[in-house]
């Protein structure tokens, strides 16, 4: 279940990056996979592309470190994407909920809970609460089919319970 890969330069080279390549394109089929360590492999702002379009599909790693490499903020800026877009509901419920990333420049935690549906729950809230404030949720509404709204305010209600402490549900 744990994929260790420290120090293989898996970039710098055109061998290295359809390795790269390889890994994410198996990365995207959501192996059994929960860990994967790939510190110190040159990895780049290009290759975070590839490695958060892999998270979209993959709902089984739950740790990846990518210390250590080249990546810029705008790469981790990618990749935190990929685990957490509060773009809209849409792009936020689509995101990867299991996953928790380690790379350098930030310890990318919005998953904090081992339990997918809390941490989209989570996300929910939090774009709705933060429209809120500024009463700009009605308008996002008109997209969003009407039969999902209580959905929507089951996602919220369960995450506000879970963060005040109660645990049934």
Known sequence: KSLSMPGNALLGSQAGLNACTLLTDFLATNPNLTNLDLPNNRLNDNDAVLIANALGSNTMLRYVDISENRKTVAGVDILERAL??????????????????????????????????????????????????????VQHFGDIDVKLLPNILEAVQKYLWLKDGYQDI
């Open 84 to 137: 957490y877009d509060g773009a809209s509901l849409n792009s936020a419920a689509d995101s990867n909920h299991s996953c928790f990333m380690y790379a350098d420049l930030a310890c990318i935690h919005v998953n904090d809970s081992n339990v997918r549906e809390i941490n989209r729950a989570k996300k929910i809230s939090f774009i709705l609460s933060s429209r809120n404030k500024t009463a700009a949720n």
